[in-house]
Structures are given as C-alpha cells and as structure tokens.
C-alpha cells in the first residue's frame, strides 16, 4: 500500500473516531437533555429549590457553559445563593472545551465528507469501507476501555477525566453549592451512558454503511472481470 494512501487512510480513520464521540456529545448538550436529567436526580430537600426553580437554574447553566454570549449566571435563585464566580469560572472552563469540541467535531465531519466525495465517484470503495470500519472499531475500542475504567471506580475515572481539562482544584465545589446539587455525581454517570449509547448507534451506522460500501466494492470487481 501506498504511503500516502496510509496516511489518508489513518486520518480519515480517526475524523471519523473524533466525529462518532463527538456528535452524541453535541446531542447532550440539547435543553431537553438537561431538563429530563436535571428532573430525573432533582431532590427538592437536598437542593432547597422546587423543580421549576431548579430547571430554570440549570438551564442558565446550560446557556452559559455552551454560548459565549451567554448572559451571567444568577448570583442567587429563590433566595438562596446561587452561582459565585468560582462556578462561573469553572463553566467558562467548561465552554471553551465544549467550542473546541464543537469546532473538531464540525471540522471531522467535513473531512470525511470531502474523503467520500472524492473516494466514491473515483470508485475507491475498499479505502472508505476500511475507514468505516477501522474507525469504527477503534472508537469502540476506546469507549470500552473508558467504560471498564468508570465502572471500575466512578470516582477515580470522574477525577482524572476533569484532570484532563481542568486545573486542580478549579472543578470541585463544597457540598450543599447549588451547582452540585443541580449536577449530581449520578447525573454524570447517567450522561456518560447516554453518551457510550450514542457512540454505539454512531457505530453501527457506521459499520452498516461499510458492508454497503464493501458491497460495491465487490460490484465493482465484478464489473471489471
């Protein structure tokens, strides 16, 4: 095999990786997503606030971790405090990794599209079933050994996956701060299975569209002799 063909190969390999992590991610990040989870962990004694309080503050949330143009956050909800700058500064944390997030997403999803554009009409069917599927199966991969990991010890993999993103100590909040009691620790675990069953269907689309293309590729062949 070519060396150039390798490298595109391998590179288209991993934009679809990038996109099939990234899309459920782009997904979650919905107001119906939060509604449903905020309402699904909201414990009204705990968090001091009754439901509509609490989805009208976590949606503020929401806003100001995803647009930049976001007003600020509310300095207190129903009377009680509400977000201090510290959490502030944390979500703006937060928003700068979701843009780029956004931004590689985006820029994945292009690339792949320009990669088929190109490798269909010239009948290279082999190349994009083998980035179908060595794409797809390496985000599997990947997402197994986060999903081993979180299982294993929710708290620790909760830790060094903030780690990755954040500076020590700009992400952890006392107990009984309304940003916690919002976004429970079990919502996140709830978040990370909706993101691997998201990645999942990504997946199979993916394979499914690789045995199509393999299809033609044997068509072609076919064609040919």
Known sequence: MPVRTAIARAACSAALGLL???VPVLVLQAPFVTRTM??????????????PSALRAAE???????DPAAPPLPAAVDGR???????ASHL??????LVVAR?????????LALALALALPARRYRDAAWVLRAGSLGTV???????????ANFDRFFELFHGLFFAAGT???PSGTLLIELFPEPLWAELGMLWAVGVLAGVATALIAAAAVSRLARGAVAQDV
């Open 20 to 22: 099939l992590a990234g």
């Open 92 to 97: 703006r944390d937060v928003r700068n990794v």
């Open 60 to 66: 503020s949330v929401r806003v100001y971790a995803t």
């Open 141 to 151: 991969a990947v997402a197994a050994v986060a999903a081993a990991a979180g299982a």
């Open 81 to 87: 405090p509400g977000f201090d700058e510290a959490a």
């Open 103 to 111: 931004l590689v997403t985006l820029a994945s999803g292009a690339l």
């Open 38 to 51: 905020v309402s699904a962990n909201h414990d009204s004694s705990s968090a001091g606030l009754p439901l």
């Open 171 to 173: 992400w952890t909040f």
